[in-house]
């Protein structure tokens, strides 16, 4: 059975028609196993669906011994963390990308979270279905140009965030070019 980890940025918190219909189609019809975390936006957008559907092939990770978000009622995988901030939580993302064969990523354009879940799994060599909310389209990434195509390097914030928050992955895409003043 395939895994598919769902993963996506906190601002979106609904998943459009198109979203869903895709996921119906394509990992529920073919019960595909599917991991999710456990946070407020995209993870409980995708749990609500699965719980809609009373889909039974999911596995929600959350880092620490507590988790936010079960709307399933579905097996918790609870992964130990001593760090801190965004890596507490980036620890079940890893874990995630190590046991899955796919991404598929809700980005808003914004999310540091989003980029390194994309990027750990493009090191595995593993490729994730992201959609992209700015263009609102579904773009398929199976490498580091096709994801270093899909970044804004024109959003001073974004190009920050990526030196300061980004996984080592991500911070080999800022190019010498690209200002960071």
């Given at each position: 059975?395939?895994?598919?980890?769902?993963?996506g940025?906190?601002?979106?918190?609904?998943?459009n028609?198109?979203?869903?219909?895709r996921?119906?189609?394509n990992?529920?019809?073919?019960?595909?196993?599917?991991?999710?975390?456990?946070?407020?936006?995209?993870?409980?957008?995708?749990?609500?669906l699965?719980?809609?559907?009373?889909?039974?092939?999911?596995?929600?990770?959350?880092?620490?011994?507590?988790?936010?978000?079960?709307?399933?009622?579905?097996?918790?995988?609870?992964?130990?963390?001593?760090?801190?901030?965004?890596?507490?939580?980036?620890?079940?993302?890893?874990?995630?990308?190590?046991?899955a064969?796919?991404?598929?990523?809700?980005?808003?354009?914004?999310?540091?979270?989003?980029?390194?879940?994309?990027?750990?799994?493009?090191?595995?060599?593993?490729?994730?279905?992201?959609?992209?909310?700015?263009s609102?389209?579904?773009?398929?990434?199976?490498?580091?140009?096709?994801?270093?195509?899909?970044?804004d390097?024109?959003?001073?914030?974004?190009?920050?965030?990526?030196?300061?928050?980004?996984?080592?992955?991500?911070?080999?895409?800022?190019?010498?070019?690209?200002?960071?003043?």
């Amino acid at each position: 059975m395939h895994t598919v980890f769902f993963s996506g940025s906190r601002s979106i918190s609904r998943l459009n028609e198109e979203i869903r219909q895709r996921i119906i189609n394509n990992i529920i019809q073919h019960d595909f196993h599917v991991v999710i975390g456990d946070a407020n936006g995209a993870d409980k957008a995708f749990q609500k669906l699965f719980a809609e559907q009373h889909y039974p092939y999911v596995e929600i990770f959350c880092s620490g011994s507590q988790f936010r978000n079960n709307l399933g009622n579905w097996q918790v995988n609870f992964v130990p963390s001593d760090k801190k901030g965004r890596d507490f939580y980036a620890e079940k993302d890893k874990k995630m990308a190590e046991i899955a064969h796919y991404g598929f990523v809700l980005w808003d354009g914004k999310s540091i979270g989003s980029l390194n879940n994309i990027s750990e799994m493009l090191a595995k060599n593993k490729f994730s279905l992201v959609y992209h909310a700015p263009s609102k389209q579904f773009v398929r990434i199976k490498s580091f140009d096709e994801l270093q195509a899909l970044i804004d390097y024109k959003n001073p914030q974004l190009i920050d965030e990526m030196v300061q928050k980004g996984n080592v992955y991500l911070k080999s895409l800022i190019s010498p070019q690209v200002s960071l003043i």
